[in-house]
């Protein structure tokens, strides 16, 4: 894309690198390209702390309240952009699922036919597990819903470590279908354990309440 200001190419970044005017975004520019990272699991946690700090203070639309109207535009997209990036990458389990929506498998939307694409025994499993919690939960009987949320959450850190395997071999080779099929399938686990634990988390705080 072309900078508005000096019809130079702005390549993605948040500001024009010829003017220093503040840039529109470019379509299909990822989450890690916004803090000149390579898509990768592997995020320095500490630099993208400091560079989102460093971002943050130059795009505020504070900065900008005297500007051009195209130019506070400007800064409450690239904004938006920078917090949305920056919430995806810093969290482990949330990188996964984006990396994976790079490989072309973007389980955030109900029609993409990912998690009907679970292996069937899973799925049967997981409705007996969801039975089973309903019963735990009519008879009130909390020990046997901590140690069902203790399993469940056991096997929810070893889908997502397995996710992010499969994605690391993914970065260094060619993309494998097989590859991007098993990742999938590992963090389809992990979605179907988080949505277990947060019913039991909802469960805990209604007899608190």
């Known amino acids: 894309m072309k900078c508005w200001n000096c019809d130079k190419e702005s390549e993605g970044s948040p500001f024009c690198g010829a003017c220093g005017k503040i840039a529109g975004r470019i379509a299909g520019t990822t ?9 990768s699991h592997d995020v320095p946690l500490d630099a ?9 203070l130059k795009l505020h639309p504070d900065r900008f309240a005297q500007a051009e109207a195209r130019e ?19 969290d482990a389990t949330r990188r996964a699922f984006y990396l994976l929506s790079l490989h072309g498998v973007d389980l955030d939307r109900e029609d993409s036919g990912a998690q ?15 039975e089973a919690l309903d019963e735990a939960m009519a008879a ?27 994605l690391r071999a993914l970065e ?13 399938h590992a963090l389809g686990r992990v979605r179907y354990f988080t ?15």
């Open 48 to 56: 993208l702390e400091r560079q989102y700090r460093e971002l943050s």
């Open 172 to 184: 260094k080779g060619p993309r494998d279908e097989a590859a991007v099929k098993k990742a999938s």
């Open 195 to 209: 949505r277990f634990l947060e019913q039991v988390d909802a469960f805990e705080e209604e007899m608190l309440a």
């Open 31 to 39: 989450h890690f390209a916004f803090f000149g990272l390579p898509p």
């Open 116 to 130: 009907k694409n679970m292996p069937l025994e899973f799925l049967e499993e997981v409705m007996e597990l969801r």
């Open 140 to 166: 009130r009987d909390t020990g046997r819903i901590q140690k069902m949320a203790q399993d469940v959450e056991a096997r929810r850190s070893g889908a997502l470590q397995e996710a992010v395997e499969t």
């Open 72 to 90: 506070r535009r400007l800064s409450l997209e690239q904004t938006t952009a920078l917090n949305e990036a920056y919430k995806t990458l810093k």
